[in-house]
């Protein structure tokens, strides 16, 4: 880039050659190599973007659960460029969620190695996980569920649930969901609740 003094030609704008003349706001005449300016709505881009549309619309039925299990108001954020990361399979326009793919919450809690969710009568699903405390973990550790019926798009938050000592918990769905395919997944939190662990995906379960 070069600047320049035009008593003769006065003020110099505009594409010349290969070269682009410019004046600044203090005054200053510019010249500079002409470069086309990058595509700002390429093939890739679009594709992100429509995965973005796809991944917000699919995932609006979780924002207030988003907002609780990643402990923070904007959890529908963290949920979207998680589930964009891991979740989303397939190519644009086709795009679907892999829900055991699915992140519901993040942290430096253990979690549970051994998970297991089936239905027992009615609509109660018996879930059971091993009791194994890491470093990071106590018996007081609570056992949050969550429980998702995609056909509905409702999903069913039992926060702190059980305790993780207990290695087992029973939860009644809606009578309504009777005959449906539900997702599970489960997570650990502190006492307090100021630490959550990731959250794991136990499996899908018919009604």
């Known amino acids: ?54 991944t917000n619309s699919e995932l609006s039925c979780m924002r207030n659960l988003f907002k609780t299990t990643f402990l923070s108001p904007n959890g529908m954020h963290q949920g979207v460029s998680l589930a964009m990361k891991q979740a989303v399979v397939g190519e644009a326009p086709n795009f679907a969620i892999d829900y055991s793919l699915l992140t519901l919450s993040v ?46 798009k409702i999903s069913v938050l039992k926060q702190n649930h059980a305790l993780r000592i207990a290695g087992t918990a029973e939860v009644e769905l809606p009578e309504i969901w009777a005959g449906s395919e539900i997702h599970c997944w489960i997570y650990f939190s502190t006492p307090a609740d100021a630490l959550n662990s990731a959250s794991k995906y136990v499996g899908l379960v018919q009604l």
């Open 1 to 54: 880039m070069a600047t320049f003094n035009s008593t003769t030609f006065g003020t110099i704008s505009g594409r010349h050659g290969s070269a682009v003349a410019a004046t600044t706001k203090d005054g200053k005449s510019i010249l500079k190599v002409f470069r086309a300016p990058a595509n700002p709505n390429t093939g890739k881009q679009q594709a992100q973007r429509s995965k973005f549309g796809f």
């Open 107 to 152: 942290g430096s809690v253990d979690s549970a190695g051994m998970l297991s969710a089936v239905k027992t009568t009615g609509t109660k699903v018996k879930l059971d996980w091993d009791t194994t405390i890491g470093t990071n973990s106590t018996e007081k550790d609570g056992v949050t569920i969550v429980f998702f019926n995609p056909a509905d």
